[in-house]
Nanobody, 116 residues
Framework: QVQLVESGGGLVQAGGSLRLSCAAS????????MGWYRQGSGKQRELVAT???????NYADSVKGRFTISRDNDKNTVYLQMNSLKPEDTAVYYC??????????WGQGTLVTVSS
């Protein structure tokens, strides 16, 4: 059974940077998509960015040009480099693995707080 463990969250000032990591344990062979989602206080969970096994990426408009998603397939790890952070980026960030035909797998989340 695949498990995802996120790390790298924390408190940062506006304009600063953080790098999130999500490590997948277990068997993740075959094509898959790994992604980052976030949920701010009182808000719905939203897509931040996704990356396929082949490296194709997709970003929410709100983070384009500031965030970069990448992955290391040998390490089964996906990263989210977040630059020029804004207070509105404050949220719990979740990693998700999508691999048909298996159920989606979510990580436990890591809190990112951006102070103004």
């Amino acid at each position: 059974q695949v498990q995802l463990v996120e790390s790298g969250g924390g408190l940062v000032q506006a304009g600063g940077s953080l790098r999130l990591s999500c490590a997948a344990s277990g068997r993740t062979f075959g094509y898959n998509v790994m992604g980052w989602y976030r949920q701010g206080s009182g808000k719905q969970r939203e897509l931040v960015a996704t990356i396929g096994s082949g490296g194709n990426t997709n970003y929410a408009d709100s983070v384009k040009g500031r965030f970069t998603i990448s992955r290391d397939n040998d390490k089964n790890t996906v990263y989210l480099q977040m630059n020029s952070l804004k207070p509105e980026d404050t949220a719990v960030y979740y990693c998700k693995l999508t691999r048909a035909p298996f159920p989606e797998v979510w990580g436990q989340g890591t809190l990112v707080t951006v102070s103004s």
